[in-house]
């Protein structure tokens, strides 16, 4: 049982009379204590959940369609193993594909950006348009890497396509062990 602690001589002095002073029983005091922070503890949220809303591309019969996305803006990044991507610039059969580590390819993003901003004089209606193919081999927090990049560089318009894989990605991933 709690109590109040009172020292030993503790005795009113006033007046003629002695008495003791009361002892005061925290019991209850504690208990509510308790009962509060568990009830506080349990009723908060301490953090949010927030999920991010990925919008798939409808799939494609025919992969000439892709032949929409202007090839002079547009940017397709492969997510491979060993956290290493492929990226290009254009069409797979026309472009010149590179490896990059995916440390880099924050850099390399910034950099073909500002090319299409240039290329096409700085008009706001021709943004980077850039086509994320996550591979059988590339591991989840490669992808959520890449799409952070999207959001840090303020790309205004990617897709995530993971089922169009072209002949030419294939081959050229399979060249370098990708």
């Given at each position: 049982?709690a109590?109040?602690?009172i020292?030993?001589?503790?005795?009113?002095?006033?007046?003629?009379?002695?008495k003791?002073?009361?002892?005061?029983?925290?019991?209850?005091?504690?208990?509510?204590?308790?009962?509060?922070?568990?009830?506080?503890?349990?009723?908060?949220?301490?953090?949010?959940?927030?999920?991010?809303?990925?919008?798939?591309?409808?799939?494609?019969?025919?992969?000439?369609?892709?032949?929409?996305?202007?090839?002079?803006?547009?940017?397709?990044?492969?997510?491979?193993?060993?956290?290493t991507a492929?990226?290009?610039?254009?069409?797979?059969?026309?472009?010149?594909?590179?490896?990059?580590?995916?440390?880099?390819?924050?850099?390399?993003?910034?950099?073909?950006?500002?090319?299409?901003?240039?290329?096409?004089?700085?008009?706001?209606?021709?943004?980077?348009?850039?086509?994320?193919?996550?591979?059988?081999?590339?591991?989840?927090?490669?992808?959520?890497?890449?799409?952070?990049?999207?959001?840090?560089?303020?790309?205004?318009?990617?897709?995530?396509?993971?089922?169009?894989?072209?002949?030419?990605?294939?081959?050229?991933?399979?060249?370098?062990?990708?």
């Open positions: 049982m109590t109040l602690n020292p030993q001589n503790g005795k009113a002095i006033k007046g003629r009379t002695k003791t002073l009361p002892s005061v029983d925290l019991t209850a005091m504690v208990n509510l204590a308790f009962l509060l922070i568990t009830f506080f503890m349990l009723t908060t949220s301490l953090a949010k959940m927030r999920a991010m809303d990925v919008v798939k591309p409808v799939p494609i019969e025919n992969i000439q369609d892709w032949a929409d996305y202007p090839a002079s803006r547009t940017m397709t990044v492969l997510l491979g193993k060993n956290n492929v990226y290009y610039m254009g069409e797979p059969a026309k472009a010149e594909m590179k490896t990059i580590s995916m440390a880099n390819i924050k850099t390399q993003i910034a950099k073909n950006k500002q090319w299409v901003a240039q290329f096409h004089q700085n008009n706001v209606s021709k943004y980077m348009i850039v086509i994320i193919k996550p591979t059988p081999g590339a591991n989840y927090r490669n992808f959520v890497d890449i799409i952070d990049e999207m959001l840090i560089n303020k790309v205004e318009s990617y897709a995530i396509d993971d089922k169009n894989i072209t002949p030419q990605e294939k081959a050229f991933m399979q060249q370098k062990g990708i």
